[in-house]
């Protein structure tokens, strides 16, 4: 049976288009997606992520979390020093291949917390339980399911979540990227999926369905999972499931960054990174031709070898096709290339990502 979030009558209520996503009833958009999208790089717009799960690792040892998470994920949580800091990592097989990307948040030295993907929460709890089992005994893993999470994204957001919730200003707005607080019942971190600023916000339900309905008031844009998706590709994001999966390393998938292999501190696929030479690296692509657009899937062929194309879209930000794409290591930013689109070979340019942040293309062509 398909899974639905507290907020979905209040989707249903505004005509969202609701679609099966990843075994959850999800709204797409509430009308346009291109409005949305800009909703959220020139003021504010908010999205429903109840479906992704937040897991919380505790114990009465001080010390036991961090030694789990320190074994179980590929970055490095000895990073995390000061309560509500947070770290984006991959979780990792033992071959490599990448079971999930997560952010783990730091609370105190009994206490972490994780948020998964949706479609992986599953999966990703049974194998935190076999970790656990194996060399953490004395940790409690809890999916806090009796939590509902929205994210409220853009340049305004944050001040629009103050208007609306004015007790968790005093404890948020001095908040770094990437940083979190508890003020009461609230769970409030400054991270997000669109390269912009805001917040994302854990709460019991009834709270997150109260706060959605007063921050529409508010005139916080409600949106989908149509203008989710431009808006990450755009900031330069990993989807997981597209852009790396169990059969891709991050080496390959762009995120080595998040791998830590300068320390001694063993991890779960370490040696197998260690042993890895990678034949290809995640980089962008922007359409340079006319008469198509890059989609997942579409074979990229350059000086070096064939490349696919792992996540595409019509990025309303810079009006052009835009795309990530999985393409031989010796390629590099600036190069020419041309994508298989239908019958046709169009050109496009390699390119740093990301691609748009603070509301503004970051690509000149």
Excluded at 67 to 85: C, H, I, M, W
Excluded at 103 to 116: C, G, L, M, S
Excluded at 188 to 216: K, S
Aim: hydrophobic share 40%; proline share 4%.
């Amino acid at each position: 049976m398909i899974k639905q979030t507290h907020l979905n009558s209040s989707h249903r209520a505004a005509s969202a288009r609701m679609v099966d996503f990843g075994g959850w009833d999800m709204p797409v958009n509430y009308g346009s997606q291109v409005n949305e999208h800009h909703a959220v790089r020139k003021d504010a717009g908010m999205f429903d992520v109840s479906h992704m799960c937040v897991i919380d690792v505790q114990s009465k040892e001080a010390g036991a979390p961090r030694a789990f998470l320190r074994y179980l994920l590929a970055n490095n949580v000895d990073k995390l020093e000061t309560s509500g800091r947070a770290l984006y990592s991959c979780l990792l097989k033992e071959d490599g291949g990448v079971l999930d990307d997560l952010i783990v948040y730091f609370i105190d030295e009994t206490f972490f917390r994780i948020v998964v993907n949706a479609g992986t929460a599953e999966k990703d709890y049974a194998w935190f339980l076999l970790q656990r089992d194996r060399v953490a005994p004395n940790c409690t893993i809890t999916p806090r399911r009796d939590l509902s999470m929205i994210a409220v994204q853009g340049k305004n957001a944050r001040a629009k979540v103050w208007a609306v919730l004015p007790q968790t200003k005093a404890a948020t707005e001095p908040l770094r990227p990437f940083s979190a607080a508890f003020v009461g019942d609230y769970f409030v971190a400054r991270t997000g999926y669109t390269g912009e600023d805001g917040f994302e916000i854990a709460a019991p339900h009834d709270l997150i369905v109260a706060l959605w309905a007063n921050l529409i008031k508010a005139q916080v844009a409600p949106c989908g999972l149509g203008a989710r998706d431009t808006l990450r590709l755009e900031a330069g994001m990993n989807l997981y499931g597209q852009d790396m999966d169990e059969t891709v390393t991050p080496l390959e998938a762009g995120l080595s960054w998040t791998v830590d292999l300068k320390s001694e501190r063993d991890f779960i696929g370490k040696n197998a990174l260690i042993q890895q030479k990678p034949a290809f690296t995640l980089l962008g692509l922007v359409l340079t031709d006319t008469g198509g657009v890059l989609r997942s899937h579409q074979r990229v062929h350059t000086d070096h070898g064939e490349g696919e194309i792992t996540s595409g879209t019509f990025s309303p930000t810079l009006n052009r096709s835009i795309a990530l794409a999985r393409l031989p290591i010796q390629t590099k930013e600036g190069d020419t290339v041309t994508v298989s689109v239908r019958d046709k070979k169009l050109s496009a340019k390699v390119v740093r990502v990301p691609f748009a942040k603070n509301g503004a293309p970051l690509i000149q062509l």
